[in-house]
């Protein structure tokens, strides 16, 4: 039989010459088990595709998207120097203001991303496997670490360990895994968006709800996260246009401007969405007014900060797979400052000067809580195999 010259040729091609496929938004590699935590599931066009060509050949790695590795990596960030500010901001107005600003998209953008990854999440068993051990299992653990952290390092004899009421930011992962398993819920209604906004405002004038697994943060941000599943590719690409780039500078400087202005006016538990308008000593009414006021501006602060995030890799893009260990671990160094009395015992932290300082060595520490050291160190935690806790699919058997 003739041989075909040109497949001869095609054949003998080195494998970096070989063309690669578009490096797309849901074009990511293989991630470890934790990232869905922050990220959740793959799309359906990564997960559809077979693990073999016919051929027989495994087919290539996925490529992870520097641009959602970016947002992941600068939001840990702004969370951890808010984080920081807490302790020394009574005394700077500016520094208020800073923080309102921040936390009116911080988490918002973090929730998003997060629904926008879990498009695909089914209740299949895998799927069910990867948020157990990336979503529960950290959850148990960590949980458990911040109480026994604040009983002996504050002395706080009294602390019990209990899962059903989250402790500083363990509450997350207990509102990511309600979210992921109603997955299939938002995807099956017509309109799910103005169905969230609604749990979110009655939840904004039910105290009854209590705090049991935060539900209160569940229901309020929860339109974050469906919106985040409502989200395509192509939206991204239109928050990265270069206009909303150039607006949403004026957009945050308005916004910095009149977070100044109520800065010494307005309740700090409004962005936290952790309690109802009553608790709060307001008017019922003003629950639903403040859940659709703050959702327009986070909605706003959130599409600046995601036209600003760089689209091509940066130094800091692979940080962005180890952020679940920057949010968890970060924590015990602010809690551990907060509790040996750091910040009361020099006061100039919270100064100008000091609060600069504070800013620079929360966005370090947390950036050194992201590198590839850590998060090998803390995979028993954030990403266990636990094989032997599930059974095997019928198809490896």
Known sequence: MPIDGSKVQQMSKAPSEIQRAPFTPESRESEPR????????????????????????????????????????????????????????????????????????????????????????????????????????????????????????DGAADTSITLLDPLFLTWFLIALFIWRVTTPLWQSLRHPLPVALVIAMLASVSP????????????????????GLLMKPEHFQLVRRREVRLLAVPLALGALVFAYWAAPRMRLGWFYRSNSAQEMDFQWWTGPVMTLAMFGCAMLLTVAFLAWVPRRPMWFTVLGAGTICGYLLHGFLIKGAVYYGLFDRYEWLSGPVGIVLVSVVAAVAVTLLCTPPVRRALRFATEPDMKWAFRRSPAKR
């Open 34 to 153: 934790h990232e869905q935590v922050l990220t959740a599931e793959r799309t359906p066009a990564a997960t559809s595709r077979p693990a073999q060509d016919r051929a027989g050949a495994p087919a290539p790695a996925k490529r992870r998207d520097a641009y959602f590795d970016n947002v992941k990596y600068l939001a840990i960030v702004l969370v951890a120097v808010a984080h920081a500010w807490e302790p020394v901001m009574d005394g700077s107005r500016i520094t208020r203001a800073l923080y309102m600003v921040v936390y009116t998209f911080h988490m918002p953008a973090f929730i998003l991303v997060s629904g926008y990854f879990s498009r695909s999440f089914d209740m299949s068993s895998p799927k069910v496997k990867r948020l157990v051990t990336g979503v529960v299992v950290p959850y148990v653990l960590f949980e458990t670490a911040y109480s026994l952290f604040k009983r002996y390092a």
């Open 208 to 227: 009854e709800i209590g705090d049991d697994l935060d539900l209160q943060r569940v229901c309020q941000l929860l339109p974050f996260f469906v919106l």
